[in-house]
Nanobody, 128 residues
Framework: VQLVESGGGLVQAGGSLRLSCAASGFNVDDYAIGWFRQAPGKEPEGVSCISSSDSFTDYADSVKGRFTISSDNAKNIVYLQMNSLKPEDTAVYYC??????????????????????RGQGTLVTVSS
């Protein structure tokens, strides 16, 4: 199982970036794939999640309306389109295979404590 992120970089406030999470060793449409971020000195935050098996997507309130998660199951890649970026979006972003926390709730939980695997991350820096 391997997850490799790309697409990070330096962008001005108001700009856009698209992150990619290339998966190997498993099919992304069989799992919930989450994007998480961690800023220096802060706890990780679950930004967004997609679960193709139940056609479910979820977003943190802090990014709702600005970020869009999608997947290309044929390419086994999950994307995070980030628009209207703000300096507070600066962080290392990583994708991860989420663990199923409950069979009575959506697969996506965006809980960084329950992950099966994760990538190394890609740095996003938003300048003001």
């Amino acid at each position: 199982v391997q997850l490799v992120e790309s697409g990070g970089g330096l962008v001005q406030a108001g700009g856009s970036l698209r992150l990619s999470c290339a998966a190997s060793g498993f099919n992304v449409d069989d799992y919930a794939i989450g994007w998480f971020r961690q800023a220096p000195g802060k706890e990780p935050e679950g930004v967004s999640c997609i679960s193709s098996s139940d056609s479910f997507t979820d977003y943190a309130d802090s990014v709702k309306g600005r970020f869009t998660i999608s997947s290309d199951n044929a390419k086994n890649i999950v994307y995070l389109q980030m628009n209207s970026l703000k300096p507070e979006d600066t962080a290392v972003y990583y994708c991860a295979v989420e663990s199923r926390v409950s069979w009575f709730a959506p697969y996506c939980s965006r809980d960084y404590r329950y992950l099966e695997a994760r990538g190394q991350g890609t740095l996003v820096t938003v300048s003001s």
